[in-house]
C-alpha cells in the first residue's frame, strides 16, 4: 500500500528552524519527482520546492528561496525540507507530494494537480 508519512511540523518563533520530514513506502520513491506544497487557512495550496528527476535538479518557490532546503536521503526513502529563517507568513499546513509522471523540469515545479501520492500534512506555525 502507498504511504507518505509526514513529521517535524511545530511551533517556532520568528528566525527559528524547522525540518520536516516525509517518508516514503509502497512507491518508488527513488524515481518519481518529489514536491513540497503548503496551504495557509483560506489561501490555495502553493508549490514551495521539488526534485525533479528528470534533470536531476531543485526547484524553489520566490518566497522560500535561500531560505528553505529540499533533500532526499535514498537509503531511508525520505525527503526533507529544511526551513531557516521562518517568517509568520511560513504559517500553513505543509504536504509532501510525489509525482509518476515527473512533470517537474526545467525551471519549474508542477502544480499541485499533477502530483498523485500525499502526505497528511503537518502544521508549520511561525509566532512573531
Known amino acids: 500500500e502507498v504511504q507518505f508519512v509526514e513529521s517535524g511540523g511545530g511551533l517556532v518563533q520568528a528566525g527559528g528552524s524547522l525540518r520536516l520530514s516525509c517518508t516514503a513506502s509502497?512507491?518508488?520513491?527513488?524515481?518519481?519527482?518529489i514536491g513540497w506544497f503548503r496551504q495557509a487557512p483560506g489561501k490555495e495550496r502553493e508549490g514551495v520546492s521539488c526534485?525533479?528527476?528528470?534533470?536531476?535538479?531543485?526547484y524553489y518557490s520566490d518566497s522560500v528561496k535561500g531560505r528553505f532546503t529540499i533533500s532526499s536521503d535514498n537509503a531511508k526513502n525520505t525527503v526533507y525540507l529544511q526551513m531557516n529563517s521562518l517568517k509568520p507568513e511560513d504559517t500553513a499546513v505543509y504536504y509532501c507530494?510525489?509525482?509518476?509522471?515527473?512533470?517537474?523540469?526545467?525551471?519549474?515545479?508542477?502544480?499541485?494537480?499533477?502530483?498523485?501520492?500525499w502526505g497528511q500534512g503537518t502544521q508549520v506555525t511561525v509566532s512573531s
Open positions: 509502497g512507491f518508488a520513491f527513488d524515481y518519481y519527482d
Open positions: 507530494a510525489a509525482d509518476p509522471a515527473n512533470n517537474s523540469a526545467f525551471g519549474r515545479c508542477a502544480p499541485p494537480r499533477l502530483f498523485d501520492y
Open positions: 526534485i525533479s528527476r528528470t534533470d536531476g535538479r531543485t
